[in-house]
Structure formats: C-alpha cells, structure tokens
C-alpha cells in the first residue's frame, strides 16, 4: 500500500532562519506531488506541484521554493523565513492517471518568531 | 471574491442530527467535486467525490452537486461525537492539477 510521511510535525524557527521540509511517498512510482499551506481557520493554498524529477510549477510567487529531487521526494525550501511564513505545511501525492486521489500527509506546523 | 465560498462555521448539532454542510463556486470548469474531512492538527482525508450533477450516497454521507446552480452540499445522517471535524470541500477542473478548496466549515457533534 503507499504511504506519505511528512516531517517535521512541528517546527519554530527565527525569523530569517532557513527552511527545508521534506516529503516522501512509498509504495507507488511517478507520482504527482503537492505542497499546501493551510493559515489557521482557512482552507487550504496550493504552493507547488510537481508531475515528475526536476518539474515544478509554481502557484503563489513567495519565499518559498520546491524541489523534487528523487521521483518520491519533495522538498519545501526558504533561504530566508518571514514571520507570514508561519503556518500548516501540507504534502500530498496523487495517482497521475486519478483525478479525485489525492491523499495528504499528517502535516508540519510552521511557527516563525 | 474567491472562486469556493464556505461558511466557516462552527456548526453545532446534537448527536444523532442530521448536518447539513454547502459550498458555492464561481469556476464554471469545476468538474470533479471532492469533500474532505480534517481533524485537529491532521491531514485532511478524503470522504466523497462525485462528478456529475446528483447524489451520491455512501453509508450515512450523501454527496449533491448541482452544477447549473454552482452548488455542492454533503449531508451527515445519524451524526456522532466522531464527526466532530472541519469538513473542507475541494473541486477541480477537467485538465490540470490544481485543487481548489473552500475554507472549511468546522461542526461540533454533541452527545
């Protein structure tokens, strides 16, 4: 069965500090993957996606950046955090050929100070 | 205005009522139509997706998707303390892999 592990669960960090979040997927090849960021109270925002190693679209211009280095590894970056950075970074994976799958990760909850 | 519109809630019923939950959109490509439920600090996970204009109805959630009126709605029969959740809808267009989600609505199940 697949799997999507997402970490760290929680994570405060000062302002200007780096970021790096990391999400895996296991049990399934070529995956699309997501990166979502819920503000408290809100529904969720679509960051990045990516359908394959090395592609990734952007949605929302920010300072944030996203990798897929390996086909079931993303990874949400910053250089430099903002306390507006501050939030529920979500993860999710999605069968390339279904249109309704898509299946999230247990979340990291960003707190910048 | 933004393109999925929820109410935010809360929604309080006694256990045993009948919720009632709706999102409206403006996105007339919308096709695929998704309802998820969150728990505090977690994922969301998936409950419904339906495609056309209908019903569907799994166990106690009935899905409606009324695509002339740019409507969705999800029932909960016989709710529990367990549905205690914010319950986020979510839909689609046709192409793409954007996944556009309304705000959530967050209902509160009393025993």
């Known amino acids: 069965s697949q799997t999507i592990h997402q970490w760290p669960a929680t994570l405060v960090q000062p302002v200007g500090s780096p970021l790096s979040l990391e999400c895996t997927v296991e049990?399934?090849?070529?995956?699309?993957l997501y990166w979502y960021r819920q503000a408290a109270g809100r529904g969720l925002q679509l960051l990045f996606y990516s359908v394959g190693i090395g592609q990734i679209s952007s949605e929302v211009p920010q300072n944030l950046s996203a990798s897929r280095p390996q086909d079931r590894q993303f990874i949400l970056s910053s250089k430099k955090l903002l306390l507006s950075d501050s939030g529920f970074y979500l993860c999710a994976w999605k069968p390339p050929w279904d249109a309704y799958g898509y299946t999230f990760g247990s979340g990291t909850r960003l707190t910048v100070v | 205005q933004k393109e999925v519109e929820q109410d935010p809630g809360p929604l309080s019923v006694p256990e045993g009522a009948i919720v009632s939950l709706n999102c409206t959109y403006s996105n007339s490509a919308f096709q695929y139509f998704m309802w998820y439920r969150q728990y505090s600090r977690k994922g969301p996970e998936l409950l419904m997706y339906?495609?056309?204009?209908g019903n569907k109805e799994d166990g106690r959630f009935t899905a409606q998707v009324d695509k002339s009126s740019k409507y969705i709605s999800l029932f909960i029969r016989d709710s529990q303390p367990s549905d205690s959740a914010t319950y986020l809808c979510a839909m689609r267009e046709a192409a793409g892999n954007k996944l556009t989600f309304g705000g959530g609505t967050r209902v509160l199940v009393k025993p």
């Open positions: 339906t495609y056309s204009s």
């Open positions: 049990g399934t090849s070529n995956p699309n």
